[in-house]
């Protein structure tokens, strides 16, 4: 019932072709084969079967010349791929029925494989999602990335506090690459640039080789695949031949160096801006890179430069490949004689810069001495586009201004489009960052609201809502997620509300099975499980989370007798190594959970759980067993947000502030329907304006002084009793997230909370009700959006929507 298309094997001919793996690929035979060996060998039977689809969309794509995307990102957050695959060839049932029949249990090999972790939160696995709708959509398109070595770390607790070690997907053969040793670029970095009869002319100093590794990205039913090319650093040539022989052995192994470590690791910060000199030269080796294959790929099919623009559609993820507005100007101007305003526009053209934040500290920057040692070209290259920008736009905004180069300026100036990541992110980029340049630009700036591939986030990690939506509405709306307005009709049928919560109980068990296996940590399953997931940062507010814990905590030990609803409150996510008041709360969390779980006055009633290691897979087993979804950033702060989407799609009503992508999906649930609390953006800006907003706003709520104090006097680090003190003295002092005047309407709005989830049959119908009215948030709409309105681009498929 759940693959409503035909698999193209059957599971016999499927076992057979595993076996035949096990055999020719992996040199085993299956009495002596190990759980590795199985999962390499279903791993690449399943890649057999996108080969075709992939050669046929290639050959497609040459022949109709059309306009291509490339999307470049710095991240690519991709996760498992096993179920992935088999989902979107509809292979689901038919591998897991291959690997039973040869003795082996489908989930255990599916759970083998290591996540692939090359990214650090929403912005990397929205370039997953992409990648995901931009094949279901048929749109010609290339992922470009960085194949780390090292994808995000690995996050230990000791003693709740957090510690990092080193993660190492590659140690194992990856399934799902081709490598491809005869695409090469080098990338040129340092040195100086001479004006030779008139020309600049860049002498570089070091040269480092890219060289492409391929991933097929399928879509849904197989209809179309492109490819992520992720690039590995290489060096120049093994040994400098000329040092060596003068016996500089040490010198000569030097560009040997700097290549081992370009694509060694993904940088694990996603909000300080590092001003790391690896850091600027990961993004323009791997932008280079791209460009470099992009041109190269163009005249070698007889294009015309300055046509680029009607052949390719450049989209930046972020400014991490900002470089990329220079590097195109250098390539038109020095190696194919552009004139200067020609190369801008061209480029300008091409390019098209997607915005994901508005914290200033995460919005790159360089010295300009740096950028000017690392990329001497690309500085003078700089000041011609600044130049250009001044003479067409005026002189209000510079690019590189008080020794610094401004990469989103750069971006901006270099893109014919610029787009938000939610409608609220857009009009605050509008009135804040870019103020300025939406003046000078007018109608450059549009907003393209984020979505998730309801592929992996619904259909593959939700068997039994899945089951329940296709018994419902039929089988048609995983490509076509609107289609789950069909469910509003059912939602006064009890028939479908039970089937509904038997779903919620089925994944909420498996959690709970999931979550004893791995930590040995019992919760009961009848308790609500209110999740917040995401990246730990101070604008996200996990600690407004654990204020509001400890004071039902004091609450429930008050009132023993008192109606409560039993939560279990579940955090996951990592702080950044350097982030040192993440790390407290982190800290701080397990601490408090440590004392919570242990007092048997509220056992039963309220427990902390805080599984380590948050990541994809994670999430996966997370979501479809949440009742309650924590979004809870301070109004402004938080561009889009993504996760809050999956929650809704998996029926988990929303807790959350008016800040990003919420508000939209506020108003596809309705008002009633979402639990709202909390400042707008406009008030927090004001608020700030206010003296002493939050020793105010403490003096006037008891209760959170009271809970202020436990922590700062120890309660919960009995062992050290001022260890929180300086986290709490800083919500006294600066409390720039405004946890403290929030925290009132989402304690009293958590009450509301706990009545409604009371009454389980109105809750059930509540979740039913978010699956059903937030389809708008595939990211094929969104991808559809960029295809329409920034790429013109269109679908090669003749039903798609592209
Ligand atoms: C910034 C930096 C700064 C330098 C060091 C490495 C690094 C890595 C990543 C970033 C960008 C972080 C921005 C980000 O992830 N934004 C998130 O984007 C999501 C997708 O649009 C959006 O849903 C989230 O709200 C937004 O926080």
């Known amino acids: 019932m759940s693959s409503p298309n035909t698999p ?203 060289s492409a590794f391929d991933t097929p990205v399928v879509g849904w039913e197989g209809r179309w695949a492109n490819t992520l090319r992720l690039w590995a650093a290489k060096p120049d040539r093994n040994f400098d031949l000329e040092s060596f022989n003068r016996g500089d052995y040490i010198a000569a192994s030097a560009p040997e160096a700097l290549a081992r470590t370009i694509s060694r690791v993904l940088y694990p910060d996603d909000t300080t801006d590092v001003g790391k000199e690896l850091r600027l030269k990961q993004e323009y080796f791997f932008t280079s890179a791209s460009l470099q294959d992009l041109v190269r790929r163009f005249l070698s099919e007889g294009g015309d430069l300055k046509s680029l623009p009607d052949y390719v559609a450049i989209q930046l993820n972020d400014t991490h490949p900002a470089i990329a507005g220079p590097e195109l100007v250098r390539i038109l101007m020095d190696l194919h004689s552009f004139e200067v305003s020609d190369a801008i526009s061209t480029a300008r053209g091409c390019l098209a810069y997607t915005n994901h934040t508005l914290l200033p500290e995460a ?153 004893k296996d791995r930590d040995g940590v019992s919760v009961d399953p009848a308790a609500m499980f209110d999740v917040q997931i995401k990246r730990i940062h101070e604008y996200k507010r996990q600690l407004m989370n654990l204020l509001e814990t400890v004071a039902l905590w004091n609450e429930i030990r008050d009132n023993p007798n008192g109606a409560w609803t039993p939560r279990v409150k579940i955090f996951g996510g990592k702080a950044a190594p350097g982030y040192v008041v993440a790390k407290e709360i982190i800290r701080l969390i397990n601490d408090a959970g440590a004392v919570i779980n242990g007092d048997p006055a509220t056992k039963g009633l309220l427990q902390v759980v805080y599984p380590e290691n948050y ?90 002084g009271r809970v202020l104090e436990q922590i700062r006097s120890g309660v919960f680090s009995p062992s050290d009793k001022d260890r929180y003190a300086g986290l709490v003295d800083g919500l006294f002092n600066h409390d720039y997230f405004l946890v403290t005047c929030d925290f009132d309407s989402y304690f009293d709005t958590q009450r509301v909370v706990d009545t409604a989830f009371a009454d389980a049959r109105s809750w059930t119908r509540l979740a039913a009700l978010n699956t059903a009215r937030v389809g708008w948030f595939s990211s ?17 498929l003749a039903t798609g929507s592209g």
Request: aromatic share 8%.
């Open 8 to 210: 193209p094997v059957s599971a016999q001919d499927f076992a057979a072709s595993i076996l035949q793996h096990l055999k020719t690929s992996l040199g085993k035979d299956a009495p002596h084969a190990s759980l590795y060996d199985w999962r390499m060998s279903l791993s690449l039977a399943l890649r057999d079967l996108v080969v075709d689809p992939w050669f046929e969309s290639t050959r497609r794509t040459y022949e109709a010349r059309g306009k291509r995307v490339y999307y470049l990102s710095m991240e690519f957050l991709i996760g498992r791929l096993i179920e992935d695959v088999a989902v979107n060839l509809q292979m689901d049932e038919v591998a897991s029925e291959a690997l039973e029949s040869l003795g082996q249990t489908y989930e255990k090999v599916v759970a083998d494989e290591p996540d692939a972790a090359l990214g650090n939160g929403g912005l990397g696995r929205l370039a997953a999602c992409f990648m995901d709708s931009l094949s279901t959509l048929g749109i010609p398109a290339y992922g470009y990335g960085i194949r780390y070595e090292h994808g995000l770390f690995e996050q230990h607790f000791d003693k709740g506090v957090q510690v990092e070690t080193a993660e190492t997907w590659l140690e194992q053969r990856h399934a799902w690459e081709f490598e491809r040793p005869e695409v090469n670029y080098p990338i040129l970095f340092g040195g100086h640039v001479a004006d030779e009869d008139g020309k600049a002319v860049w002498h570089p100093e070091e040269t480092v080789i890219a």
């Open 363 to 515: 919005l790159e920057r360089w010295p300009e001495d740096l950028f000017a040692r690392v990329l001497p070209r690309h500085h003078r290259i700089i000041q011609l586009i600044e130049a250009a920008h001044f003479a067409e736009a005026g002189e209000q905004v510079r690019i590189i201004e008080h020794g610094e180069v401004k990469m989103g300026e750069l971006a901006f100036v270099m893109a014919h489009h610029v787009n938000g990541v939610s409608a609220l992110h857009s009009e605050l980029v509008k009135e804040t960052v870019f103020a300025d340049l939406h003046q000078a630009y007018p109608g450059r700036i549009v907003n393209q609201t984020n979505g998730i591939t309801p592929r992996r986030w619904l259909y593959a990690c939700n068997p039994p809502l899945r089951n329940l939506i296709n018994d419902t509405i039929g089988t048609a709306w995983p490509d076509d997620l609107e289609k789950l307005q069909g469910l509003n009709a059912h939602l006064d049928d009890p028939a479908f509300i039970d089937r509904f919560q038997a779903a919620k109980d089925t994944n909420k068990a498996r959690l709970s099975d999931w979550l």
């Open 615 to 704: 990541n994809v897979s994670m999430a996966e087993v997370l979501i479809p067993a949440t009742d309650l979804s924590e979004q809870i950033s301070t109004a402004g702060k938080e561009a889009s947000g993504t996760g809050n989407m999956k929650f809704a799609l998996n029926g988990a009503p929303t807790i959350g502030t008016l800040d990003g992508a919420n508000v939209e999906i506020r108003d596809c649930v309705g008002a009633e329907n979402f639990f709202l609390f909390g400042l707008t953006a406009a008030e927090v800006a004001a608020r700030r304006m206010e003296p002493d907003y939050a020793r105010h706003a403490i003096e006037a709520s008891p209760r959170l």
């Open 780 to 796: 094929d709409r969104t991808i559809s959006g960029y295809a329409r309105d920034i790429w013109n681009v269109r679908s090669m």
